[in-house]
């Protein structure tokens, strides 16, 4: 399982970034997929995912409505929308197989600070 995060960045809070996550190495389309964070001094939390045909997804209470997850079979891509981004946010991302959480990638750092 390979699995790279990209689209991170600095972005002042109300703001939006999108997150990509792209996979190898494993049959993509088979695998619910979710999103994970980890912020400065706490530990791994989930921030959502998305079954394996993309016809459901689920969210933490504390980004529904700002977040949205999606995904490209064809592409073996996953996304994370982010918008009214809030300095809470700011975390490490990664994105990782749902049955999986050590299949995660590096990470791509989001900071939200005006």
């Known amino acids: 399982v390979e699995l790279v995060e990209s689209g991170g960045g600095l972005v002042r809070p109300g703001g939006s970034l999108r997150l990509s996550c792209e996979a190898s190495d494993f049959i993509f389309s088979y695998y619910g997929m979710s999103w994970l964070r980890q912020a400065p001094g706490k530990g791994l939390a989930w921030v959502g995912g998305?079954?394996?045909?993309?016809?459901?997804?689920y969210y933490n209470t504390s980004v529904k409505g700002r977040f949205t997850i999606s995904r490209d079979n064809a592409k073996k891509t996953m996304y994370l929308q982010m918008n009214n981004l809030k300095v809470e946010d700011t975390a490490r991302y990664y994105c990782?197989?749902?049955?999986?959480?050590?299949?995660r990638g590096q990470g791509t750092q989001v900071t939200v600070s005006s």
């Open positions: 990782a197989r749902s049955d999986d959480w050590d299949s």
């Open positions: 998305i079954l394996s045909d993309a016809s459901n997804t």
